[in-house]
């Protein structure tokens, strides 16, 4: 593509740079690898830095080693060695509660990820995800007694859409007046938070009926909640939310790749000034990408509550309540904006936080209040470094393609 | 559009005509006449805050008729609400009024203010300088509990401040060296921020407590007490905070600095135009390092207050900051990126917050809503509706030697 003389927008991501020649070619394989290479890079430095600092503090590396396995077997991970559908056993418990988790980090990665691919950083998927999972709440509450297929539908749809029109008032800000979405999606992240806290406060129009002293929502009647495909009886089972979220992934994967909308969200990620310049109407694919991306937040807080949650409470869903979709910029990121990527990082990221609290409940060596805060920190080391790929891959040792990027003028001021 | 000081030097008379007078005057008076109905003054009729809303609506249209479009229509909304806000204080019991609107709420203001005014100032050096710091929310996390650490362990509350100052300061030398020196993704290196933050001092929280609450006793941020105020003043400022005050002159310094100095000028230099600034031999770099290390240290200088400070009461909790700093980060952006700007913001944050506490007598969940103001007000001034806000021209954008 070739720009009009316009002024050349911020680089795009490594991975789009295309110099025609031998050199492209060597820097395409090299990107390539350095796609897979890179996160891996990251992960293990993030975990290597995470273990010192548990051995420092706990002034022991093997009870470090030892607190580190314990997550991982809290995660249910060591349910490969010893496969059960039983989830009266521990393993699989742990499996499956990990399995719902990741769930909901795909939805919200995927949704980081799609405004990404447009060149927009939707930083309010957590407003989104409030948004989606309060208008499930009260399609679930209301209508109750119908039956369960098209309310569940009407649930989920409705709960999707409200936040894709939530995202999409960042979009419009961004196509209209040029309000730069980062700030925008910030705000109406309170915004969310603040009116869901109205709603189900005390004496708000969603609070429960019953109790009026609790600040809790009512409970989704049974007609919409998700059916569990893998459960027992008295245990949270995983329900076909999982379904939900991987269809997404296929769903992002052919919006990006296999059609005319995803062609133009990624031109327009590429190169706005390019894109116009081709034809595509850069506004429209502001507004759509956004509202798209707003979609798949919105739903993984739809099928949290229609799931596992069934009702509202400050801080009551497993997935620590106010971070999801914050988390959701750590998965995609790790996964590079792919929909292959998303999904690896959503099983990581959701691993790693059950493991680290739930599934330590009963370790020997570390408390599992104090390790449950492992997770903020490697979700923040593996933010960190993979923001600055130039150190991993000075690391990494090519120093050819640090020096080419180091050559490239940045920013506007070229 | 002319320079205030190009204005003052005009007659009155031709100031009264300048359509911009008019708007500001007619915004005031929407304010004021909301104002009328509550105490000190307290109208009983409606009639007041109507006919002074209306007033400010005239002035308003009167405005957008001599081409300031956006702010004669500010004005007439803000006449429009006086007027709605006047009638609804006229409509409820005086004893409520009086116990939501008496001169502790100018306190309450000024003591929700404070850490937001720290942060902001921050943030707006750090922008100024050409990095965006959505990390603010982190730092001051960190000043929350290191401070209340230093402070406890130090056995005073002076050696708390200067922890709190260190370790903002060291941590956002972390955020600065991955944004300036490896030219990561601001708000990707802010993102990481602020997760680091909520793991560290969770982490270290537990670790050092062992899950056990701050003793009790920990020497607290000092009120400095003004004899001989009595009465209702005595009360809005007579016993504020100490940071409360040194936020006042941080202010009035950060304004100086940046633009009555030589320094300021480099500073803003590097964030309209880093390349021009190079040319000309300023050390892009350094500028840039120096303002984020001052971001750290007046974000956790905010972050110190809301643990130390009279609310705090010598307490950590898990992420106790709870979006502060993306309120100092809105308030840099409503105000403009200039320090009287933000400042006003964040008293307006602030009088949001306090209004929000005080509102709950007449009903909690309305107390809540209120919260929301600040985030709509900010959205609004990014969507350009009342005046338009503009940012640094290389805000954000790495910056490479050549």
């Known amino acids: ?414 | 559009m002319s320079t205030w000081a190009e204005r003052l030097d005009n007659p009155v008379s031709a100031r009264l005509r300048d359509p911009a007078a008019t708007g500001y005057l007619g915004i005031i008076l929407g304010a004021f006449a909301a104002f009328l109905a509550i105490p000190p003054i307290e109208a009983r009729t409606i009639t007041w805050p109507i006919l002074v809303g209306i007033v400010a609506a005239a002035l308003g249209i009167w405005t957008v008729t001599r081409g300031r479009r956006r702010l004669g229509w500010g004005a007439v909304a803000a006449g429009l609400v006086g007027i709605g806000l006047g009638i609804l204080a006229t409509h409820s019991s005086t004893t409520n009024l009086s116990s939501a609107f008496d001169s502790t709420l100018v306190a309450q203001t000024l003591g929700f203010a404070t850490p937001l005014v720290f942060a902001a100032m921050g943030g707006m050096f750090s922008e100024r300088s050409g990095v965006v710091n959505i990390g603010l929310e982190g730092m001051m996390l960190m000043g929350a509990f290191w401070g209340v650490y230093g402070a406890d362990k130090g056995g005073n509350w002076v050696v708390g401040l200067l922890v709190a100052m260190a370790v903002g300061g060291l941590f956002a030398l972390v955020y600065a060296f991955f944004a300036i020196q490896l030219r990561a993704d601001q708000i990707v290196g802010g993102t990481a921020i602020n997760f680091l933050a909520v793991g560290i001092t969770g982490f270290f929280f537990i670790q050092l407590y062992n899950n056990n609450p701050i003793p009790n006793g920990v020497s607290l941020l000092p009120n400095v007490n003004i004899p001989g105020l009595s009465g209702s003043l005595g009360q809005a400022i007579g016993d504020l905070n100490i940071l409360t005050w040194a936020g006042f002159v941080l202010v009035l310094v950060a304004y100086v600095v940046l633009f009555k100095t030589a320094i300021g000028l480099r500073i803003r230099a590097c964030g309209e135009h880093p390349r021009a600034a190079d040319t000309v031999g300023i050390d892009v770099y350094a500028i840039r390092y120096a303002c984020v290390v001052l971001s750290g240290v007046l974000a956790a200088v905010g972050g110190i207050y809301l643990s130390e400070g009279p609310q705090g009461n010598g307490t950590f909790l898990f992420d106790m900051t709870n979006g502060r700093g993306f309120i100092a980060l809105a308030a840099v952006i409503f105000g403009n990126w200039r320090p009287f700007g933000a400042f006003g913001a964040a008293l307006l944050f602030g009088f949001s917050s306090a209004l929000a506490l005080k509102l709950q007598v007449y009903s909690q969940s309305a107390g809540t809503l209120f919260n929301i103001l600040p985030y709509v007000l900010t959205l609004i001034a990014v969507a350009g509706v009342i005046g338009r806000t503009v940012p640094p021209a290389a805000d954000g954008q790495p910056y490479a030697k050549q």
């Open chain 1, 1 to 414: 593509m070739t720009a009009p003389g316009k002024s050349p927008s911020p680089p795009p991501a490594p991975e789009e740079f295309g110099d025609p020649g031998t050199l492209a070619a060597r820097l395409a394989v090299k990107q390539r690898a350095g796609g897979i290479v890179i996160p891996i890079l990251t992960v293990v430095f993030a975990l290597v830095i995470s273990i010192a600092v548990v051995a420092a503090t706990q002034h022991s590396v093997h009870t470090s080693l030892v607190a580190f396995k314990e997550i991982f077997d809290g995660a249910g991970l060591n349910w490969i060695a010893h496969p059960t559908t039983n989830l009266q056993n521990l393993a699989a418990y742990n499996l499956s509660q990990t399995l719902l988790q990741t769930s909901t980090l795909i939805l919200t990665g995927l949704s980081v990820a799609f405004a990404f691919r447009c060149g927009m950083f939707n930083i309010g998927g957590q407003g989104q995800y409030f948004v989606g999972l309060i208008v499930a709440n009260w399609l679930g509450v209301s209508f109750a007694g119908m039956s369960p297929l098209p309310h569940i539908l009407i649930a989920m749809v409705g709960g999707t859409l409200a936040a894709a029109a939530y995202a999409g008032i960042a979009g419009v800000l961004k196509a209209t007046v040029g309000a730069h979405e980062v700030i925008t999606t910030i705000m109406l992240n309170w915004i969310a938070f603040w009116t869901v806290s109205w709603l189900i406060g005390a004496g708000g129009p969603l609070q429960n009926s019953t109790d009026p002293t609790n600040p809790v929502s009512n409970q989704v009647a049974p007609s919409a909640r998700l059916p569990d495909f893998w459960g027992a009886q008295g245990f949270q089972g995983v329900h076909i939310g999982l379904f939900v979220a991987l269809a997404c992934v296929v769903v992002f994967w052919i919006l990006i790749s296999r059609t005319t909308l995803g062609y133009e969200v990624r031109a327009v990620g590429f190169n706005p000034d390019a894109a116009a310049y081709g034809g595509i109407n850069v506004k429209k694919n502001f507004i759509r990408a956004m509202a798209i991306s707003g979609a798949f937040a919105g739903l993984a807080g739809v099928i949290d509550m229609l799931g596992g949650a069934t009702n509202y409470q400050y801080g009551q869903l497993d997935v620590p309540f106010s971070q999801v979709g914050f988390i959701g910029i750590a998965v995609a990121l790790l996964g590079r904006n792919t929909a292959l990527g998303t999904l690896l990082a959503a099983i990581l990221f959701g691993g790693l936080l059950y493991g680290s609290f739930h599934g330590l409940g009963s370790s020997s060596v570390i408390d599992p209040t104090l390790a449950s805060n492992i997770p903020y920190i490697v979700q923040g080391l593996i933010v960190l470094f993979i923001g600055a790929d130039v150190l991993l891959m000075s690391v990494w040792g090519s120093r050819k393609k640090l020096r080419w990027r180091s050559s490239k003028p940045a920013g506007a001021s070229a």
